[in-house]
C-alpha cells in the first residue's frame, strides 16, 4: 500500500471516531506510518497545540511536543504501532511507547504525561480488523469533526512533514501507574468477593491482574490469554452469545458477580450472582448515585436510549441530568460543556470527569465492585432501586429507505395525545407510560429501536407496533 490512496479507500476505513479496516488489505503498516505523519501535523498544527482545560490527574509535560502510543493483543498490532511511531517521529516528535494496553490505559498515558496518543486495536471486530483510535492531549477525544478529516485529507494528499531534527522514540511501562490511579478513584473495601472475569482473550487479560490482583478478591479467570484470533468467542459482550461461558462460570462457581470486558477493554458488562445480565442503565444509575454523593448537585451525562430511570434517580439524589446523543464524541463534547461528572451510554461506555473525561471499563467495574462489598445483600437486591422499567433492548432491523420509515412512523404517532416527539438523535416518541427511539446506522442499511415500558406489556406492545412498520408489516 502507497503512502498515497485515492479518497474513496481512505472513507472506507476513516470513520466517525477512529481508523478501521481489515488487515493487510484495508490497513497496514505503510498507511499506519502515514498517519503518524499527518496526526503530527494535525495535533500540533497551528492553534491547536497539545490541548488544553486538563481536568484532575493531567500531570507535568502538557506542552510537550511528544505522542503516546499502545497497542492491544491483535499479530498485527505492535508492527504497526512501530510504523505510526516512525512517522510521528519522522515529523519531529518524540514518541513513548507503552506496548500492550487496554484503550483506557491509553487514555490514562494521554491523561497522565499530557500528549496526545494513538491506541492500535479494533476493539471487539473479529480478527482480521485492526484499527487506529485518536486523541488529543488529555485524552480529548478526536473524531470527523475534530481533526480525523483533516487527518485523512492529509494522508490522501501524500503530504508528509519531515523535521530537520526526528524525535526519539522510548518506551515506558505505565501499568502499575495506571492501577493505583484507578484504585485511588474507586477503591474497594469491605465483604470479601468472589469474581468471575471473562477477559475475551482481549486486553483485560492484561489490565485485570494489574487492577483486581490488588484487591481482597476470589477471582475465577475465563480467556485470560491474549489472543487476537478470539478462539473462545468474540469480545464483544453487547452480544448475548459472547456472555454464556461468564454466565455458566457465575452460577457453577456461585460467584457473586460476573464481569466481561470487550477485546480493548474500555466497556464492562456485568452479570449477577444469577447469572444474568445487568442492564448498562441500571450501571449508568448506580454509578451516577455514587458520584453524586462525592459530588452533590453535580451533572451527570446519559444518552437517549438509557433507561427513563437514570434521570429519574439523578434528580433523586440532587443532581442534573442531561440527555446527549449517541455517540462518545457527542457525550465527551456534553460532559466538557457542563462541567459533568460522570456519563453513561447503554452500549456499555462509562466516563469519568476524573479520568479525563474518557471511558474505562475498568473503573466502571471497580465502581460495580465496591458497591457490592460494602453491603451484604446479592448484586440482584443491591441494584433492584436502579431497575425501574421493562426495556427492549437494542433491535436492528435491515430497511432501505431508512428517513421514509422514520418519516412515516412519526406520522402515526404525532396525533396521540400526550405523546412528544424530539430529532435530538434519529426519531424519540415520549408518553407517560412509555417511550421509543428509532435511528439510522451511520455505516449500513439498518435501522435501531430501542423501547421501554413502565410494564413488560406496555413495552411489547409499542415495541411490536413500532417493528411492524420498520419490517413492512403495517
Known sequence: MSSTMKPANLDRIFKAYDVRGTVPDQLDESLARAVGNAFVQVAFGSGSGSGSGAPRGAGAGASTRSVVVGHDMRPSSPAMAAAFAEGAAEAGVDVTMIGLASTDELYFASGHLGVPGAMFTASHNPARYNGIKLCRAHAAPVGAESGLTDVRELVAAGTTLTADRPGRIQSRELLDDYADYLLELAPVSGRRLKVAVDAGNGMAGHTAPAVLGRLDLDVVPLYYELDGNFPNHEANPIEPENLIDLQAAVRDAGADIGLAFDGDADRCFVVDERGELVSPSVLTALIADRELKKHPGATVIHNLITSRAVPQIVGERGGVAVRSR????????????????????????????????????????????????????????????????????????????????????????????????????????????????????????????????????TMAEVRDRVLSMIRGGA
Do not use: C
Open 326 to 457: 449517541v455517540g462518545h464524541s457527542f457525550i465527551k463534547a456534553t460532559m466538557a460543556e457542563t462541567d459533568a461528572v460522570f456519563g453513561g451510554e447503554h452500549s456499555g461506555h462509562f466516563y469519568f470527569r476524573e479520568f479525563w473525561r474518557a471511558d474505562s471499563g475498568m473503573l466502571a467495574a471497580l465502581h460495580t465492585l465496591a458497591a457490592l462489598a460494602e453491603q451484604k445483600s446479592p448484586l440482584s437486591a443491591v441494584l433492584a432501586d436502579y431497575s425501574r422499567f421493562a426495556a427492549s433492548g437494542e433491535i436492528n432491523s435491515t430497511v432501505d429507505d431508512q428517513a421514509a420509515v422514520i418519516e412515516r412512523i412519526q406520522a402515526d404517532f404525532a396525533d396521540e395525545p400526550g405523546v412528544e416527539i424530539d430529532h435530538l438523535d434519529g426519531l424519540t416518541v415520549n408518553a407517560d407510560d412509555w417511550w421509543f427511539n428509532v435511528r439510522a446506522s451511520n455505516t449500513e442499511p439498518l435501522l435501531r429501536l430501542n423501547a421501554e415500558g413502565d410494564d413488560e406489556q
